[in-house]
C-alpha cells in the first residue's frame, strides 16, 4: 500500500477544485474535543491552527471535554450531560440536568446501554446551524457521524472526517470479552456503528487519513471508494524534533495509551516488558491516564511492573517532546490504527520507533529496519524480540531515529494536512452548487410543464 498523499488510487485522486481562491469560513464539529482523550483532540487542535494559518476562519463546535485551540479560533460549547467525565465515568444525570430534546435523546440512548454522545450532539449541532448557516461556507464534521449531520449537509455543504472505522474497536473488544454477557454489553454500546455507516454511505465527501482505513472503511461500513479521499494527518515538525541535548535515558520506553482499550495492544507491549526484565533493567513511561481496578492496572500489578512503570497525562506537547528525548525506544504495539499521531510524533522526534503490523501502521512507519523496527501485533514474544534488537544496537537506533525524522518532515506536517483538506472543501462547495443549480434547473422545467 502505497504511504504517498498524492497517491493515484480510486479512493484518493480528486477532481478539478474550484476556481475561487477567496478564504473560507469554516464550522468544524467535534464532539470530545480535548487532546488528551485521543486522536481525534490532537487532530482538532493542530488541523484547525493549520487552517487559519493559510487564511481561512474556523469556529469550532464542540460538547465535552472542551478543545485547546488557538487564540484566532472561537470556541461555541454544546455542552452534553457529560455522562462521561473524568471524575464521574458513567454517571445518571438529574432530571433538572435534562433541559432540550437532544438531552432527552443522550438520556434515552444512554439508559439502553449505547454511548449516545454522538447522536445528541448531532442533533445539537443541527439546531445551531439552523440559525448559522449563513455565517459559514462549509461545515466539517469530526467523525461524529450522527443523524442531524445529515440533516446539516442539507443546509450547508458539509464534509466528514473518518479516521477509521469503530467496527474495528468492536470486534477487537468483543473477541477479547470474557463471556457472553460482556459481548452483549460491548454490542450494546457500539449500537451507534450502525447509524455511523448509515450517515458515512450518505455523506458526499469522506476524508480518510490512510490508504489502509479506506479499504476497511469499504468493506464494514459500506461506504464507496468514489466517496471517499485520502488526506494524511501530520505532525508539528518544529515542536517534534530532536533535543540534543537531553540525553536519552538507557533502557527507557515510551508508548502512548490514550484510552483502556484492546485495540491499543497495551497487554501485548507489558508481556514483552515483564519478559525483557528478567534479562535486563528497562522502564516505560505512559503517555495516558491508567484507570483504578482497569485491565491495564489489573495486568501491570500482576506481572510486578508498578515500579517501573510511570503514567504521564495532561501534559503540554513541549513535555512530551521532553519525554521522547529522554526515551531510547518508542513503541506502538496497536493492534490496529488508522493512521497512528504516536508514531509519527515519535519519528518526527527522532527516537527509534519500534511498530506492530497493525492497521495502517506499516503504511504510515515505512521500511521494516530503516525507519522502523516492525512486529507482529498481538505476539508479545515477537515484540520482545524486536525490543531486544533494538535495545543491543546503539547504532541502528541512530540510523532509524534520523531517518524516520526525514519521513515525517516530508509527508506528514499539519500544513500539508491543511492545503490538501481546502482542495476537498473547496470540491464539496462546488459539488453542493451543482446540486442546487440542478434543483433549480429541474423545478424549472416543472413549473413550464
Keep these: 500500500m502505497s504511504s504517498n498523499p498524492a497517491t493515484s488510487s480510486p479512493a484518493s ?20 474535543s480535548k ?57 445518571f444525570p438529574a432530571y433538572w440536568e435534562i433541559k432540550s430534546k437532544a438531552d432527552i435523546l443522550e438520556l434515552a ?11 445528541a450532539f448531532s442533533y445539537r449541532a443541527l439546531q445551531t446551524m439552523k440559525t448559522r448557516a449563513p455565517d459559514f461556507d462549509l461545515v466539517h464534521d469530526n467523525q461524529c ?12 455543504p458539509t464534509l466528514v472526517t473518518l479516521h477509521h472505522p ?37 455523506m458526499p465527501r469522506i476524508l480518510v487519513v490512510s490508504d489502509n ?11 464507496d471508494l468514489d466517496r471517499m479521499r485520502l488526506v494524511h494527518v501530520g505532525v508539528d515538525p518544529d515542536l517534534f524534533k530532536p533535543i540534543p541535548e537531553v540525553t536519552r535515558t538507557p533502557g527507557r520506553l515510551i508508548t502512548t495509551a490514550s484510552a483502556d482499550v484492546e485495540l491499543k495492544g497495551l497487554k501485548f507491549l507489558l508481556e514483552a516488558m515483564a519478559k525483557l526484565r528478567t534479562e535486563r533493567d528497562i ?34 506537547d513541549e513535555r512530551i517532546v521532553e519525554l521522547y528525548a529522554e526515551s531510547e525506544i518508542a513503541v506502538v504495539p496497536s493492534l490496529y490504527e488508522g493512521f497512528s499521531l504516536p508514531a509519527v510524533e515519535a519519528m518526527g522526534s527522532a527516537t527509534p520507533l519500534v511498530a506492530s503490523d497493525g492497521g495502517a501502521l506499516p503504511e504510515v512507519t515505512g521500511v521494516d529496519g530503516e525507519t522502523v523496527l516492525r512486529c507482529k501485533a498481538g ?3 515477537d515484540l520482545a524480540r524486536v525490543l531486544t534488537l533494538a535495545l543491543d544496537d546503539p547504532e541502528l537506533r541512530a540510523r532509524m531515529g534520523a531517518a524516520g525524522r526525514e519521513r515525517v518532515s516530508k509527508l506528514y506536517t499539519w500544513r500539508q494536512t491543511a492545503i490538501n483538506t481546502v482542495t476537498q472543501y473547496r470540491e464539496v462547495i462546488a459539488l453542493h452548487e451543482e446540486k442546487r443549480a440542478a434543483g433549480a434547473h429541474d423545478a424549472r422545467i416543472g413549473s413550464d410543464r
Excluded: C
Design 379 to 381: 505476539d508479545s514474544e
Design 283 to 316: 522502564t516505560l513511561t505512559v503517555i495516558g491516564r491508567s484507570k483504578p481496578g482497569g485491565t491495564t492496572a489489573t495486568l501491570i500489578d500482576k506481572l510486578g511492573l508498578t515500579p517501573h512503570i510511570t503514567f504521564v497525562t495532561g501534559v503540554p
Design 213 to 223: 482505513s479506506i479499504q476497511d472503511i469499504h468493506n464494514d461500513m459500506g461506504v
Design 35 to 91: 487532546p488528551t482523550v485521543g486522536g481525534q483532540g490532537i487532530y482538532t487542535r493542530h488541523l484547525t491552527k493549520a487552517l487559519v494559518d493559510l487564511g481561512h476562519s474556523v469556529e469550532v463546535f464542540s460538547g465535552q471535554p472542551y478543545p485547546v485551540l488557538d487564540d484566532r479560533i472561537g470556541l461555541t460549547t454544546l455542552p452534553s450531560l457529560d455522562i462521561f467525565n473524568d471524575q464521574y465515568p458513567g454517571r
Design 166 to 202: 469503530i467496527t474495528v474497536d468492536r470486534r477487537l473488544e468483543m473477541e477479547a470479552a470474557p463471556n457472553w454477557r460482556k459481548r452483549m454489553s460491548i454490542g450494546r454500546w457500539y449500537g451507534f456503528v450502525k447509524m455511523q455507516g448509515r450517515v458515512a454511505q450518505r
Design 145 to 156: 457521524l450522527g443523524y442531524g449531520i445529515l440533516g446539516i449537509d442539507k443546509l450547508i
Design 109 to 119: 440512548t444512554f439508559s439502553t446501554g449505547q454511548f449516545p454522545e454522538p447522536l
Design 13 to 32: 485522486s480528486t477532481t478539478a477544485a474550484p476556481s475561487q481562491d477567496r478564504p473560507l469560513r469554516l464550522a468544524y464539529l467535534s464532539y470530545r
